[in-house]
């Protein structure tokens, strides 16, 4: 017997579709979006499929349509510069990964 689908295996296979439609009525279908929000529904299942590690094939694309849309700066952040550039965020700050924990002091 087969294990039922979980809710992001079903997320991601909506997204895979690229239609927003079909996205927000799953969305909204599993009390997860209403049918006014997002404001930028679009530019939502995007970012969503930007995010999401089993949807990579799809990244490319993703990375397309947010730069295209103004939307350079959450591309970066979400899928890293190495996707059209070569370079990852480690390379944005400098080459080296930075701790912002590093100088933080731990009581026990």
Known sequence: MTEP????QRLD?????RDVKQVQDFLIAED????DTPEDPEL????MIAGSATLKDLHAQAREW???????EEADVILGRHASTGKGPAQKRGGRL??????KK???
Request: proline letters at 0%; hydrophobic letters at 40%.
């Open 66 to 72: 947010l730069v295209t849309h103004d939307r350079e």
């Open 13 to 17: 296979a909506v997204l895979r579709t």
């Open 106 to 108: 731990y009581k026990k």
């Open 5 to 8: 689908m979980t809710f992001r």
């Open 44 to 47: 939502a299942m995007w970012m």
């Open 98 to 103: 930075q701790n912002t924990n590093q100088n």
């Open 32 to 35: 997860q979006w209403s049918a």
